[in-house]
């Protein structure tokens, strides 16, 4: 076989695998825009993030707007959703400015962005990422925001995986791409490794502190950062996504309780003591928990049933109680307000 043709026979190869793909990524599409019987009431309409009171997440119930950012009364869950066409991987809003982490399919690879919103969702700037969309917080002013995607791996259970942590001041637009860039004080010295990972950042309302999970030598750590110092320093070890309760004392985060299996399990700790307790949800949480308020968290659990879909649910801070279906086919909350 002449070279020329074995050039056009490899073309025609690639093409019919882009059309496979494409159709694949089409049917999928068509599936997940059917809605399922008995789901949630939505409707396509207006959603802000200046409206007080409100739950915005994003729909992961099947149907035309599965993906979508929608939103409902904090006080009414189950009510009927208002969905925009804001489409996310993952959603945080606060102060009236959302990040929303979009990965697009394509034929050959994904595009994943991310897009920073004000309270009317109207994109004010987009960032390129560098993998696929994990973890996004937006500061208590709304100044700051920081993204966490996977570079290599698909989860944080997985044997090997790599992420990439930035953050970004929305201010004066300057991104610290990288935060494995920032100086780490671990036990007191300078710590230097090529196997730096962070993801999960929180931060607090003085626009410059921040707390985020730290992963070096087989040990996840809580680290406290100043952006300004471009800095962290270790406090705790076998921490991962944290979550700083509304009045800063507490962190809320997943705990591996498991050697060497992604199961983790929700803890608590007071920053002034660090001391910790369990919570009541005792399934396996992967996500970073959301504070409703200063007594209640919110999480993602995987749905029963459909391997695609993810319920909120809610726990008591203080380890009692029981853990109680939030709203079914939703992902990603933000309390707005």
Known sequence: MTLSRRLLVLAVAVLLLAGLA???????????????AGGPALAAGPVTLARPGALAFLNSAQGPHRGTLASVPADAPDAARTASELSCRRF???????????????????????????????????FPLAGTPSRARVSPSGRFVAWTVFVSGESYGAAFFSTRTAILDTRTWKLDA???????????????????????????K??????????????????????????????????????????????????RVRAGASLWREHV??????????????????????????????????????????????????????????TPGASSPARLG
């Open 22 to 36: 494409t159709a694949f990524v089409l049917h999928a599409a068509s599936r997940a825009g059917r809605p399922s």
């Open 92 to 126: 945080h809003a606060a102060a009236g400015t959302g990040v929303c982490l979009r990965s697009t399919p394509g034929a050959l690879a994904q595009d994943n962005k991310a897009l920073i919103v004000d309270a009317e969702l109207r994109t004010l700037r987009s």
């Open 178 to 204: 990288n935060l494995e860039e920032f100086a780490i004080s671990m036990d007191g010295r300078d710590h230097r490794a090529q196997d730096v990972n962070f993801w999960g950042v929180t931060f607090t």
């Open 206 to 255: 003085d626009d410059d502190t921040f707390y985020a999970t730290l992963a070096t030598a087989g040990q996840t750590h809580l680290v406290k950062g100043s952006v300004s110092r471009r800095s962290v320093t270790t406090l705790a070890e076998n921490v991962e996504c944290p979550s700083l309760s509304p009045d800063e004392t507490r962190i809320a985060y997943k705990k």
């Open 269 to 326: 700790m007071d920053l002034g003591t660090l001391r910790e307790h369990a919570l009541a949800e005792k399934r396996s949480v992967d996500d970073q928990a959301l504070w409703l308020d200063d007594r209640t968290l919110a999480y993602g659990l995987p749905a029963d049933g459909a391997a695609d879909g993810t319920d909120l649910w809610t726990v008591p801070a203080d380890g009692t109680g029981a853990p109680r279906l939030l």
